[in-house]
């Protein structure tokens, strides 16, 4: 069987693929987390900054990114957040910057978080999967126990989702 | 004069731009800073993580943003960063979340901060130019005479430039 190549939406397509799909297509990276299957997602360091935070309970540095669906949710104000929003956040200890006193920077990284909206999937736990990642592999069933219970009882008012879009 | 359309190019292009170009083009926004008419890039949110910080003599919380010259610089391990680097750094107070004992969030929006290298513009301050910004308007001419002379003392190893990539 021949076909005639479609070059001009070949050539859109290409171009898009180029730009966008390496970081934003919905790919994951590894094993997934207990309980919860939840995976890394690829190219999830490109995505999106939501916010910003300070964990000083763990001495940490943290950013929350958002893929193209959170962060519409975020931009509309849309709760809750659709299926397909993912939430990654990124964890660094918090290291003063040797040369200006008062500044503290990203030091060693310590853990990838990661919040998949499937409310399907995931009803029992308010529609989100959670994955808790240490050098790139899932922490283990204990851990995972203990995210929905911290979530439940102090973010139910924002879709269970502590971060605020830092404008 | 007729001109055939070569509709390939078209739809390649129109498929970058409408995907790429709105948050990544060099367009700007506002009035220019002193000393260095700096300007705010239009779409500079939308940028990718370079790293956070927590500037405690300030109580602020920060983050830095790239570009696209940026973050290829930043990937590569470019140094000096090249003609068309832009690093936004956005910063707010540093503000305890409610829910949560240690933890510290973004609160108030202060500055937006800007650096733009440009080697033949800004020859006089090793090749960047600077801008600081408050609600969108710039700082005076006394804030900006400050900025070269820390980045010179403190980040000169680093092409003037303190945030590393945060992984």
Redesign the interface.
């Known amino acids: 069987m021949t076909r005639r190549p479609k070059?001009?939406?070949a050539?859109?397509?290409?171009?898009?693929i180029l730009?966008?799909a390496p970081s934003r297509l919905g790919r994951t990276e590894g094993q997934g987390s207990p309980l919860f299957g939840v995976t890394i997602p690829t190219g999830y360091?490109?995505w999106?900054?939501i916010?910003?935070?300070?964990?000083?309970?763990?001495d940490e540095?943290?950013?929350i990114?958002g893929n193209d669906v959170a962060m519409r949710a975020y931009r509309d104000a849309t709760l809750p957040f659709p299926d397909g929003t993912i939430l990654v956040k990124?964890a660094?200890k918090?290291v003063p910057?040797a040369?200006?006193?008062?500044?503290?920077?990203?030091g060693r990284?310590t853990t990838v978080q990661i919040m998949v909206k499937d409310s399907r999937r995931y009803v029992a736990t308010g529609g989100w999967g959670f994955g808790r990642f240490i050098n790139g592999e899932p922490a283990d069933e204990a851990q995972h126990q203990t995210c929905f219970a911290c979530h439940e009882a102090?973010?139910r008012a924002h879709d269970y989702v502590?971060?605020?879009f830092?404008?």
Request: hydrophobic content about 55%; some cysteine.
């Open positions: 070059r001009c939406v050539a859109a397509a290409l171009a898009f730009t966008v360091r490109q999106e900054l916010a910003p935070s300070h964990e000083a309970g763990f540095l943290r950013v990114l990124l660094w918090h910057l040369e200006i006193a008062g500044a503290f920077v990203p990284a102090n973010a502590f971060t605020r830092a404008p």
